[in-house]
């Protein structure tokens, strides 16, 4: 019995993958200037350098200093002398407590390892989310509307770890890798207060966090067409949640700088009050950075 259940299963799956109507899914935006050197890490998504981009004043970021990712829970041991090459000697995680516990990164030995989490989830709630979603009690309007909270609360609800993170990053002797669960949330809000502070303007800012859905375009589909094809599994879960959950947009990075303008009037403002970064260290971090 137990085997017909296992078969009707698979033939149905099967059917559903070959005749199952292709939801039409919108376009997401993408990077338009990828100038970084292309990494190829096996197992790691998202992984890239920050660099060679000019910022207001013709100074141009130095590659190898700055590298961003997605977690490192696959990361074999055979892509740990790619790691050596490119002298990461410090990474940074900037997951929360339980994100950690369930993939730990797999790190080279003797590399420096910090975790600077300002987001603790606090009672389940993505577990409590993910469950909702399968419902159907989550649609797509809502899906983004927690992605505009998301990016509004990460830079203002707890200021002294954000500080403690961009200090970390900037303070740094030797190349830093610093990275999230998929790379392109906390891990490009965080980019995005580096460039800022170095003095690189709004488009320079929005391309780099942009390309994250140039590096994860495949990884993306493949999940978005997979969901659609095996929908009747969770015929209520609408799909434009994942589409919301899954790729980048402007609008998300926007609420953050405008969380910011909204309770400290400026991204200056914030530099200096939140981040503890005068006018003189930001020419220090300037220098040491560009040329």
């Not at 992984?47 to 060679?52: L, P, T």
């Not at 488009?203 to 095996?230: C, F, H, P, Q, V």
């Not at 006018?279 to 560009?290: P, S």
């Amino acid at each position: 019995m137990k085997n017909l259940i296992k078969i009707s299963f698979l033939i149905i799956s099967l059917l559903c993958i070959f005749s199952c109507r292709t939801q039409h899914f919108s376009t997401p935006e993408y990077g338009k200037i990828i100038t970084a050197k292309d990494i190829k890490i096996k197992k790691v998504n998202n992984f890239r350098s920050v660099g060679n981009i000019r910022n207001i004043d013709g100074r141009t970021l130095k590659e190898g200093k700055l590298y961003r990712s997605a977690n490192l829970f696959k990361l074999k041991r055979k892509s740990f002398k790619e790691i050596d090459r490119l002298e990461i000697g410090e990474i940074i995680d900037l997951r929360n407590s339980k994100e950690i516990a369930k993939k730990p990164d797999n790190l080279p030995p003797g590399i420096m390892y910090k975790n600077y989490s300002a987001f603790e989830d606090e009672g389940d709630q993505l577990d409590q989310a993910k469950k909702l979603v399968l419902k159907g009690k989550v649609n797509g309007s809502d899906a983004e509307k927690r992605m505009l909270d998301f990016y509004k609360d990460y830079v203002t609800e707890n200021p002294e770890i954000i500080k403690k993170i961009i200090t970390e990053i900037l303070e740094s002797n030797e190349p830093v890798l610093y990275h999230c669960t998929a790379g392109k949330d906390r891990t490009g809000i965080i980019t995005a207060l580096i460039l800022t502070i170095l003095k690189f303007d709004k488009e320079t800012i929005y391309n780099d966090y942009l390309l994250s859905n140039n590096y994860r375009k495949k990884l993306i589909n493949k999940r978005l067409n997979l969901a659609e094809n095996l929908h009747f599994l969770y015929p209520k879960m609408d799909i434009k949640v994942l589409e919301k959950l899954s790729w980048v947009e402007t609008a998300y990075l926007d609420a953050s700088f405008n969380q910011i303008n909204k309770e400290y009037g400026s991204t200056k403002r914030y530099i200096q009050e939140v981040l503890g970064i005068t006018e003189d260290k930001q020419k220090e971090y300037i220098q040491k950075f560009t040329y």
